[in-house]
């Protein structure tokens, strides 16, 4: 039985503000305040159980190894004597955005009838250019039944690849054959357009889609320079309904009438600027909100706490609920931790649809495991993280330990 499962990173001990994200202007906003990372964990937690308790189907990834000694040994350094952004990088809990882990072609849509993921390079970011070593060896775990799944090494540099973040499937329902849009940059004004076209056209390649069923799209320069460093901060699919802000796509009408080609059926709720500013769109994450399809079939949306406190974007979601629009429920979350760095609800997931008995079922998550992974994080993460603090030894020490004991007590040692 194939099933959307979103996958969430868990937030690492080591969740930190360092400012290391051009482009992404929460991140840069934010440059050394104080983090909490044992509240960001448990907010990332919550919406986890309130999407299980919702009849979702749930699973997790694991934070990875921090600090990445591995990557610093590589570049004939240590802990102790690296600069101060290689030590941030080495810091990072960036892989707790895991619609950046990977990009995800379910069954339906493959060739040889496997689901595939790609796990992403992230070259753009070198905070995050080490991040896939261990995502993929994750995801080689997690889905290892190569009768179901096929997990590929990365697009090789410099083909900028930022995974699901810039990808999005249509289609009638999840189990069946669907659209698949890739969204590249070109420019972004001051900042980098992180995903690239060469990148989307050889993940397509070798997920084995079919070409008349795949597009490619340019994302607007404009909302780049804007702040959308990804295109999930403009535009958002389920199923037959993408949501997206007017200034998303650099040819919107072009896109628009691929799509309806290709996918009759499809609703396309479109956001005009004069309802929502993009800037408001940005700063609030409507966009970046997790569009669920409920048990009931009804679609919600998962939304951030910033979503409700600004006013254009949450009077616009009054009146689309009040109307006849297929967003039927709005959900709302407290994940400032993860916000104040640019992450959204829908950052926190990667979509897979496959079906749940497939994978590895410590990646899979039910009430009594959840409440073992809080009983670690209270227990084990940093209550706060000043970023001057990075450079202490104890510190580091301590983010082992905090993930070694979470590990351990999910059975998945052999991460460490
Ligand atoms: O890549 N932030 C992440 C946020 C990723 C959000 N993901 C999606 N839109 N899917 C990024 O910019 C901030 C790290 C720092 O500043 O310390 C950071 O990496």
């Known amino acids: 039985m194939l099933t959307e499962i979103?996958?969430?990173?868990?937030?690492?001990?080591?969740?930190?503000?360092?400012?290391?994200?051009?482009?992404?202007?929460?991140?840069?906003?934010?440059r050394g305040s104080v983090s909490r990372p044992r509240d960001a964990a448990l907010q990332g937690l919550a919406k986890m159980r309130a999407n299980l308790e919702r009849g979702l189907a749930q699973g997790w990834f694991m934070?990875?190894?921090?600090?990445?000694?591995?990557?610093?040994?590589?570049?004939?350094?240590?802990?102790?004597?690296?600069?101060?952004?290689?030590?941030?990088?080495?810091?990072?809990?960036?892989?707790?955005?895991?619609?950046?882990?990977?990009?995800?072609?379910?069954a339906p849509d493959t060739a040889d009838g496997r689901c595939h993921l790609t796990v992403a390079n992230l070259v753009t970011m070198p905070h995050r250019s080490h991040e896939w070593v261990d995502t993929l060896a994750q995801l080689r775990l997690a889905f290892a039944n190569e009768n179901a799944f096929a997990v590929h090494e990365?697009?090789?540099?410099?083909?900028?690849?930022?995974?699901?973040?810039?990808?999005?499937?249509?289609?009638?329902?999840?189990?069946?054959?669907?659209?698949?849009?890739?969204?590249?940059?070109?420019?972004?004004?001051?900042?980098?357009?992180?995903?690239?076209?060469?990148?989307?056209?050889?993940?397509?390649?070798?997920?084995?889609?079919?070409?008349a069923r795949t597009v490619f799209a340019q994302q607007s320069?404009?909302?780049?320079?804007?702040?959308?460093?990804?295109?999930?901060?403009?535009?958002?699919?389920?199923?037959?309904?993408?949501?997206?802000?007017?200034?998303?796509?650099?040819?919107?009408?072009?896109?628009?009438?691929?799509?309806r080609a290709k996918l009759p059926e499809i609703e396309i709720v479109e956001v005009p600027e004069s309802a929502v500013p993009l800037g408001d769109a940005i700063t609030s994450y409507?966009?970046?909100?997790?569009?669920?399809?409920?048990?009931?079939?009804?679609?919600?949306?998962?939304?951030?706490?910033?979503?409700?406190?600004?006013?254009?974007?949450?009077?616009?979601?009054?009146?689309?609920?009040?109307?006849?629009?297929?967003?039927?429920q709005l959900f709302v979350h407290d994940l400032r931790e993860s916000m104040a760095n640019g992450g959204g609800p829908a950052c926190l997931r990667l979509r897979v649809v496959a079906d749940p008995a497939m994978v590895d079922p410590?990646?899979?998550?039910?009430?009594?495991?959840?409440?073992?992974?809080?009983?670690?994080v209270r227990e084990m993460w940093p209550e706060e993280i000043h970023a001057d603090v990075l450079a202490d030894p104890a510190l580091w020490e301590r983010v082992v330990d905090a993930r070694a004991a979470l590990l351990s007590k999910l059975g998945l040692e052999e991460l460490r």
């Open 362 to 376: 410590r990646f899979m998550v039910d009430a009594a495991r959840l409440a073992t992974a809080e009983a670690v």
């Open 63 to 106: 934070p990875l190894p921090r600090p990445d000694t591995r990557w610093l040994t590589r570049l004939g350094t240590d802990m102790a004597s690296a600069d101060a952004a290689l030590r941030y990088g080495a810091m990072s809990a960036s892989s707790m955005w895991a619609a950046n882990a990977a990009t995800v072609s379910p």
């Open 6 to 30: 979103n996958f969430d990173g868990i937030v690492g001990p080591s969740h930190n503000y360092a400012g290391l994200s051009l482009g992404n202007l929460a991140s840069t906003r934010n």
């Open 286 to 328: 409507l966009f970046n909100a997790q569009l669920v399809t409920l048990p009931t079939g009804e679609q919600a949306l998962v939304l951030p706490g910033e979503a409700q406190a600004t006013p254009s974007v949450w009077s616009w979601l009054q009146g689309h609920v009040a109307g006849n629009g297929p967003i039927r």
């Open 154 to 211: 990365p697009v090789p540099p410099p083909f900028g690849d930022e995974g699901a973040a810039n990808h999005m499937r249509l289609c009638a329902a999840h189990g069946e054959s669907g659209i698949e849009v890739f969204v590249y940059g070109t420019s972004g004004g001051p900042f980098p357009a992180r995903q690239h076209r060469t990148a989307s056209e050889s993940v397509a390649r070798l997920h084995g889609l079919d070409p």
């Open 221 to 259: 320069e404009a909302a780049i320079a804007a702040g959308a460093f990804h295109n999930d901060v403009v535009a958002v699919a389920n199923e037959r309904v993408l949501f997206a802000h007017e200034a998303a796509f650099a040819d919107k009408d072009g896109l628009y009438s691929e799509l």
